[in-house]
């Protein structure tokens, strides 16, 4: 099946900086969801991007699926933005998908 | 518009027993997939149902089955609960005609002593 991988695993920003979260993903691609899970759990949808940029606030996502990968940017970070974002892809076609997730970035803003 | 739900919130269980969890999915949705998540792990496929029949499965034994009611609704069961069973249990719904963008909800922690 197709593999998606993340980076970095890990960071640590101080409130206000900007950052670039990756994922590579191992085949082509007609779907590609950015998530947020807070502390509780809950996965926030941020982004459906299969190709494109797309800009939501503080937040902007661009995915270039002919080089297989997509970049989360979040600018102006704020303590809220804390938790682990995920990328998620279809591991098959047909009439609709099932994903298969990245392990993730644990982004971690101090005030 | 509500959005996806899910009950229990937590669950506590024995090893060897059995467990039902429950989504409703977002108005408007047809389809239901089924995700479980370790602690530190991505989310997993489980399986989807899509117009109340299965639509694929994940790589989960047989002991880990489903079902898609009228309304759209959802349940996972898991028999035989092992100790590794324990995680959150995601559910997620997308209009399967027209988007295939999913929506998670709040999921339920499962616990297996």
């Known amino acids: 099946g197709i593999q998606v991988e993340q980076s970095p695993p890990d960071l640590i920003l101080q409130e206000g900086a900007n950052s670039t979260l990756r994922c590579n993903f191992s085949?082509?691609?007609?779907?590609l969801q950015w998530f947020h899970q807070n502390p509780w759990g809950q996965l926030i949808n941020l982004f459906y991007?299969?190709?494109g940029t797309k800009q939501n606030g503080r937040l902007s996502a661009t995915t270039v699926a002919t080089e297989r990968y997509s970049l989360l940017y979040i600018s102006s970070s704020q303590t809220t933005d804390s938790g682990v974002y995920f990328c998620?892809?279809?591991?098959?076609?047909?009439?609709?998908?099932?994903?298969?997730f990245g392990k993730g970035t644990l982004l971690t803003v101090n005030p | 518009e509500t959005g996806v739900t899910q009950s229990p919130t937590h669950l506590i269980k024995t090893r060897g027993q059995q467990v039902t969890l429950r989504c409703s999915s977002q108005?408007?949705?047809?389809?239901v997939s089924w995700y479980q998540q370790a602690l530190g792990q991505g989310p997993q496929f489980i399986f989807q149902?899509?117009?109340?029949?299965?639509?694929g499965r994940g790589n989960f034994p047989p002991r880990f089955s489903g079902l898609q009611f009228p309304n759209y609704s959802s349940e996972l069961n898991v028999n035989a609960l092992e100790l590794d069973d324990s995680a959150l249990y995601l559910c997620?719904?997308?209009?399967?005609?027209?988007?295939?963008?999913?929506?998670f909800g709040p999921g339920t922690r499962l616990t297996v002593t």
């Open positions: 997620a719904s997308s209009h399967g005609d027209s988007s295939y963008e999913q929506y």
């Open positions: 149902y899509y117009r109340e029949e299965e639509n």
């Open positions: 108005s408007g949705h047809n389809t």
């Open positions: 998620a892809v279809p591991n098959s076609g047909g009439s609709n998908y099932k994903l298969t």
């Open positions: 991007i299969p190709s």
């Open positions: 085949d082509s691609v007609n779907n």
